[in-house]
T-cell receptor, first 115, second 116 residues
C-alpha cells in the first residue's frame, strides 16, 4: 500500500508554471498515479492520471520518472482560480471486485496563487 | 449530463440521533464510493460498491455506520447513533470501470454534518 508525501503548501503568482511533486517510494507494479483538485465546499475533481513517463491533457501535465518513485504535477500559467488543494493518489485501480484496489487521499498540497 | 447528486447539503443534529445521507451517482457508473472528510484533511474512504456489492468496507465503523446500494444505483449512508466526532463532510463519488482500470471518480458536493 503505497504512501504518498507532498508539500503541505505552495505559493506562486499568476502566469507562472507550478510544479507539485509527490513522493511514493513504495509504489507497486500495478499502481497508477492520480491527481485531484479540490476547491472549498466542493468535492475533489479529477485532474490527471498516469502510469509512466509523461501524460498531458488540457489542464495539466504529469511527469513520472522511470523508477516511478515520485511524480510531478505541472500546471502551466496558473491563475487565481487555480488556488485549491491538490491531492496525489497512488493505487491499484483494479477493476470489479478487486480487494486490492485501495484509494487513499493524503492531506494534499494547499496551493495559493497571488496576483 | 447531471453530476453526482447528494442530499441534504447540510445537516445539524444532536448527538445520539440518527442521520442518513443519500447519493445518486452519474447514470451508468457501476462503482460508488462514500468518503468522510474532516476539516483540513483529505477524504477518507468509508465504503466502495461495485454495482450492489460492497467490495471494500474495511474503513466503515460498523458499530454505528451502515450503507446500502439497492439495485446498484443510488445509495444511502446512515449513522446511528451519531457522535460528536462524526461531524465532517460526507462525500459520495462514482466512476466507471473499463478493462480493469478504474477511470476518474466524480464527486458530489458533499453533505456537511454537524453533531452538537
Amino acid at each position: 500500500l503505497a504512501k504518498t508525501t507532498q508539500p503541505i503548501s505552495m505559493d506562486s503568482y499568476e502566469g507562472q508554471e507550478v510544479n507539485i511533486t509527490c513522493s511514493h517510494n513504495n509504489i507497486a507494479t500495478n499502481d497508477y498515479i492520480t491527481w485531484y483538485q479540490q476547491f472549498p465546499s466542493q468535492g475533489p475533481r479529477f485532474i490527471i492520471q498516469g502510469y509512466k513517463t509523461k501524460v498531458t491533457n488540457e489542464v495539466a501535465s504529469l511527469f513520472i520518472p522511470a523508477d516511478r518513485k515520485s511524480s510531478t504535477l505541472s500546471l502551466p500559467r496558473v491563475s487565481l482560480s487555480d488556488t485549491a488543494v491538490y491531492y496525489c493518489l497512488v493505487g491499484d485501480m483494479a477493476g470489479l471486485g478487486s480487494s486490492a484496489s485501495k484509494i487513499i487521499f493524503g492531506s494534499g498540497t494547499r496551493l495559493s496563487i497571488r496576483p | 449530463e447531471a453530476g453526482v447528486v447528494q442530499s441534504p447539503r447540510y445537516k445539524i443534529i444532536e448527538k445520539k440521533q440518527p442521520v442518513a445521507f443519500w447519493c445518486n451517482p452519474i447514470s451508468g457508473h457501476n462503482t460508488l464510493y462514500w468518503y468522510r472528510q474532516n476539516l483540513g484533511q483529505g477524504p477518507e474512504l468509508l465504503i466502495r460498491y461495485e454495482n450492489e456489492e460492497a467490495v471494500d468496507d474495511s474503513q466503515l465503523p460498523k458499530d454505528r455506520f451502515s450503507a446500502e446500494r439497492l439495485k446498484g444505483v443510488d445509495s444511502t449512508l446512515k449513522i446511528q447513533p451519531a457522535e460528536l466526532g462524526d461531524s465532517a463532510v460526507y462525500l459520495c463519488a462514482s466512476s466507471s470501470v473499463f478493462g480493469g482500470v478504474s477511470y476518474e471518480q466524480y464527486f458530489g458536493p458533499g453533505t456537511r454534518l454537524t453533531v452538537t
